[in-house]
């Protein structure tokens, strides 16, 4: 059963029918322990945060930030700001100083609340910056706050602001006059072309959101779910809130490069994530089968034969599979495929919702065929994350993103452009009026920028259409669809596809420097620097290879016929990332020009 209200009173209210059930399950930072919190418990101390933030005089729709990863203070600081009719501004915990101190000033944030060290650190030089910012509030009790810094305090001490609820009474009248017309949050997308926009996003739009996927997303009180990606991403902000409102167990992954360390303590049974997770997943298998026995590998290679015929050419097509199949299949499901999830700490796997980029056909294909539901959508942070997505137990289509939910109404617009409309749907943009008129048609839909197109009821992507380049000789290329089939390799850990008003199609290529140096480690190749390694002529044959091999089924003028191997990653530090590890292609082009001009010399 879902308990859906206000945001401002589901707390309190799930706690009145949870009571002592486990709601959270977390570590303090930098500890190993893991920890639980009953709905009783997450109950009492969002009425604290609600008091201690009355006491620090926070007015009706006033805008809070958050700066921090993942952290069980992270939602009790959210909820307590809804309890009060406050709005919370989420900041990715990787944020530059320049980017804080943008969105502090664009939001007038007086109270900053922040996570670790680095967090506070950069709030604390910015903030002679930020005229409205007052009060820095730290989660993480380890921090040192720097000498003759006033304006900081722990929130332990914060909340002592909150103890016995001595502004109760308040607290409950205004919960009382909340509306969903109120803002609930301000998200700043970080923008691939590094324009910074918040997007409002209201309590109607979370009451139908957690309505509308809870027709179609079988999340439910019986399932472990954890945290992976940032709350500040709204794919994990909303799919949280979803496994909250049927009474799920959320487990609070603090630290995302301990993610699969994690899952196998965990064993959690739901996760979403971006399709480079299962990239990584697929990699790592691939790696482990092309490393065994003769006798090892084709047995693998049958159990995947087997799985994807099952699982995927019979199941996702709704179809039975003939006896003689299942048995197969049961075999192998038990002998091998067990054996993967176990591995990766999904035993008791129920299904994991994906989206946020491109997935690749052949690691989709890979991951149904483990026995893994993989839910395949598709959202935005204007649509409150999900607008489609697979069905579990229902036909689905390898390449789509699934069926649209109920509420939300889709069409298809000029250039292929897909249209959206629905109470789901973002009001606009904070402070943007005229940003906010041009993402809208005439009509009223909100214009995504994507392109795409419905058949047989299931919704397929195309490519964002500012992203669609144009070569010199006049042929689209989607970028995106072609470095989705290249980082499938193991040897390629990030991709970007230059084309646009090129003669032809070349790529900057980061490999990974772990299997690359054990490669050349392996077959005699001496290099002195990661430099020299990279253009190394026996380095250089083995990924062109590699490259042409993934490429057979492009058509020849979509094909990468040069690229560079680069010694350093992309990052965010350079502006070539954006946090949520989206690619800046403009200031690719700025940083790598010479190797770019390079590979287009005669």
């Known amino acids: 059963?879902?308990?859906?209200?206000?945001?401002?009173?589901?707390?309190?209210?799930?706690?009145?029918?949870?009571?002592?059930?486990?709601?959270?399950?977390?570590?303090?930072?930098?500890?190993?322990?893991?920890?639980?919190?009953?709905?009783?418990?997450?109950?009492?101390?969002?009425?604290?945060?609600?008091?201690?933030?009355?006491?620090?005089?926070?007015?009706?729709?006033?805008?809070?930030?958050?700066?921090?990863?993942?952290?069980?203070?992270?939602?009790?600081?959210?909820?307590?700001?809804?309890?009060?009719?406050?709005?919370?501004?989420?900041?990715?915990?990787?944020?530059?100083?320049?980017?804080?101190?943008?969105?502090?000033?664009?939001?007038?944030?007086?109270?900053?609340?922040?996570?670790?060290?680095?967090?506070?650190?950069?709030?604390?030089?910015?903030?002679?910056?930020?005229?409205?910012?007052?009060?820095?509030?730290?989660?993480?009790?380890?921090?040192?706050?720097?000498?003759?810094?006033?304006?900081?305090?722990?929130?332990?001490?914060?909340?002592?602001?909150?103890?016995?609820?001595?502004?109760?009474?308040?607290?409950?009248?205004?919960?009382?006059?909340?509306?969903?017309?109120?803002?609930?949050?301000?998200?700043?997308?970080?923008?691939?072309?590094?324009?910074?926009?918040g997007v409002i996003l209201s309590h109607g739009q979370y009451y139908a959101a957690m309505a509308a996927n809870h027709k179609t997303v079988p999340v439910d009180e019986n399932d472990v779910v954890m945290n992976f990606l940032p709350y500040t991403h709204v794919f994990e902000r909303g799919w949280a809130i979803l496994a909250l409102t049927v009474g799920a167990r959320l487990v609070i992954n603090t630290y995302p490069r301990e993610i699969q360390e994690t899952m196998r303590e965990i064993h959690p049974t739901c996760m979403s994530s971006v399709p480079r997770f299962w990239e990584k997943v697929f990699v790592g298998v691939k790696a482990k089968i092309d490393n065994a026995s003769g006798a090892k590998r084709a047995l693998f290679k049958k159990a995947l034969s087997v799985g994807r015929r099952h699982n995927v050419e019979y199941l996702s097509n709704g179809r039975r599979p003939p006896l003689h199949l299942q048995m197969e299949y049961?075999?192998?499901?038990?002998?091998?495929?067990?054996l993967i999830r176990k591995q990766l700490g999904l035993e008791n796997a129920h299904f994991f919702p994906t989206a946020g980029a491109t997935v690749s056909p052949e690691v989709e294909e890979f991951v149904h065929a483990i026995g893994i539901n993989m839910m395949v959508g598709y959202g935005l942070t204007e649509s409150l994350a999900t607008v489609s997505h697979d069905h579990l137990g229902e036909p689905y289509t390898l390449g789509s993103v699934g069926r649209p939910l109920e509420d939300v109404e889709v069409k298809i617009g000029e250039n292929e452009e897909i249209l959206l409309k629905g109470p789901t749907i973002t009001r606009g943009y904070y402070k943007r009026e005229a940003l906010t008129a041009a993402a809208f048609d005439k009509d009223g839909y909100f214009k995504t920028g994507d392109a795409g197109y419905l058949k047989d009821g299931e919704l397929f992507l195309k490519e964002r259409i500012k992203d669609l380049f144009k070569t010199s000789n006049g042929k689209y290329i989607a970028p995106q669809m072609i470095e989705s089939k290249l980082l499938v390799d193991k040897f390629v850990d990030q991709i970007a596809v230059i084309a646009d008003?090129?003669?032809?199609?070349?790529?900057?290529?980061?490999?990974?420097?772990?299997?690359?140096?054990?490669?050349?480690?392996?077959?005699?190749?001496?290099?002195?620097?990661?430099?020299?390694?990279?253009?190394?002529?026996?380095?250089?044959?083995?990924?062109?290879?590699?490259?042409?091999?993934?490429?057979?089924?492009?058509?020849?003028?979509?094909?990468?016929?040069?690229?560079?191997?680069?010694?350093?990653?992309?990052?965010?530090?350079?502006?070539?990332?954006?946090?949520?590890?989206?690619?800046?292609?403009?200031?690719?082009?700025?940083?790598?020009?010479?190797?770019?001009?390079?590979m287009y010399q005669e």
């Open 330 to 338: 049961t075999f192998f499901n038990k002998m091998v495929f067990s």
């Open 1 to 197: 059963m879902q308990t859906n209200c206000h945001l401002s009173s589901f707390v309190h209210e799930q706690a009145k029918v949870l009571g002592e059930k486990t709601a959270l399950t977390y570590r303090e930072f930098g500890s190993r322990e893991w920890k639980a919190v009953s709905w009783n418990q997450f109950s009492l101390t969002v009425k604290q945060v609600s008091s201690a933030l009355l006491n620090l005089g926070v007015k009706v729709q006033e805008n809070i930030g958050v700066f921090s990863q993942n952290a069980v203070q992270y939602l009790y600081t959210d909820f307590g700001a809804f309890g009060v009719r406050a709005v919370t501004v989420p900041f990715y915990a990787t944020s530059s100083e320049e980017q804080i101190r943008f969105m502090i000033s664009d939001a007038d944030i007086r109270l900053l609340f922040v996570g670790e060290q680095e967090q506070y650190d950069k709030a604390h030089r910015v903030f002679p910056q930020c005229p409205t910012l007052e009060r820095i509030i730290i989660f993480d009790r380890s921090v040192v706050i720097l000498p003759g810094d006033p304006n900081a305090i722990y929130f332990d001490d914060f909340l002592k602001l909150g103890e016995n609820l001595p502004r109760q009474t308040e607290v409950e009248q205004r919960c009382a006059q909340a509306s969903m017309d109120d803002i609930a949050n301000i998200l700043y997308t970080s923008g691939t072309t590094g324009d910074s926009k």
């Open 501 to 598: 008003q090129r003669k032809f199609v070349s790529a900057l290529i980061v490999p990974d420097f772990n299997l690359l140096e054990e490669y050349a480690r392996d077959n005699g190749v001496k290099a002195d620097s990661r430099e020299e390694l990279c253009r190394h002529p026996k380095i250089m044959a083995m990924m062109t290879e590699r490259v042409e091999t993934l490429q057979q089924g492009l058509a020849s003028y979509e094909r990468i016929k040069r690229f560079t191997l680069l010694p350093k990653p992309f990052s965010m530090e350079n502006g070539e990332l954006t946090n949520t590890l989206k690619i800046r292609r403009n200031v690719l082009v700025k940083n790598y020009a010479a190797e770019i001009e390079e």
